[in-house]
T-cell receptor, first 117, second 110 residues
Framework: GAVVSQHPSRVICKSGTSVKIECRSL??????MFWYRQFPKQSLMLMAT?????????EQGVEKDKFLINHASLTLSTLTVTSAHPEDSSFYIC?????????????FGPGTRLTVL | AQRVTQPEKLLSVFKGAPVELKCNYS??????LFWYVQYSRQRLQLLLR??SRESIKGFTADLNKGETSFHLKKPFAQEEDSAMYYC????????????FGGGTRLMVKP
């Protein structure tokens, strides 16, 4: 089956530093990857949609300079949280949509828990 | 704009009891509706989709366009059904992106 991995699974960093999270589709090509943020006991909120080889599309209220997204290949997208602050602490989840697929071919990664001290 | 509402944050039932997790949506068009499940310490995974009209793990969901609902049902809950359940909507107007409801935590007690 389709598998999406995220690395790291957990990261703790100091305020002001930048953190990079990787999202990989392991056995399929994903032209589109999505980045979500999930606060404790809350739902997933879409942050941005990234298409391979083009700029990401950010949802309203998400700072593009704060959350840098790069989708350099059909199997890898990265989210960089720049100058992280404690309020950026959250669970970040990526998903990858198979080439030519609809919403139901969106496969989710296990998530990355970011804690900013 | 598309929106998904799950009115119950927590639903607690005894093993063997019927379960209904409510989901209502708003969308100007013909949406696709899904239920996702997240078991403890596992990733989000698709449970079922309305277009398939399938029963997965004993769960079914019927799209009611008149009531704009897509409630998830199971006649006899099992302890292993305990998880977070998310209703989600996808619309062609929004590039097939998923919009999630707030989620309902189902607890099945022995």
């Amino acid at each position: 089956g389709a598998v999406v991995s995220q690395h790291p699974s957990r990261v703790i960093c100091k305020s002001g530093t930048s953190v990079k999270i990787e999202c990989r589709s392991l056995d399929f090509q994903a032209t589109t990857m999505f980045w979500y943020r999930q606060f404790p006991k809350q739902s997933l909120m879409l942050m941005a949609t990234s298409n391979e080889g083009s700029k990401a599309t950010y949802e309203q209220g998400v700072e593009k300079d704060k959350f840098l997204i790069n989708h350099a290949s059909l199997t890898l997208s990265t989210l960089t949280v720049t100058s992280a602050h404690p309020e950026d602490s959250s669970f970040y989840i990526c998903s990858a949509r198979a080439m030519g697929g609809g919403a139901d071919t969106q496969y989710f990664g296990p998530g990355t828990r970011l804690t900013v001290l | 704009a598309q929106r998904v509402t799950q009115p119950e944050k927590l639903l607690s039932v005894f093993k063997g009891a019927p379960v209904e997790l409510k989901c209502n949506y708003s969308y100007s068009g013909s949406p696709e509706l899904f239920w996702y499940v997240q078991y403890s310490r596992q990733r989000l995974q698709l449970l079922l989709r309305h277009i398939s009209r399938e029963s997965i793990k004993g769960f079914t969901a019927d799209l009611n366009k008149g009531e704009t609902s897509f409630h998830l049902k199971k006649p006899f809950a099992q302890e292993e059904d305990s998880a977070m359940y998310y209703c989600a909507l996808s619309g062609h107007n929004a590039g097939n992106m998923l919009t999630f409801g707030g989620g309902t935590r189902l607890m099945v007690k022995p």
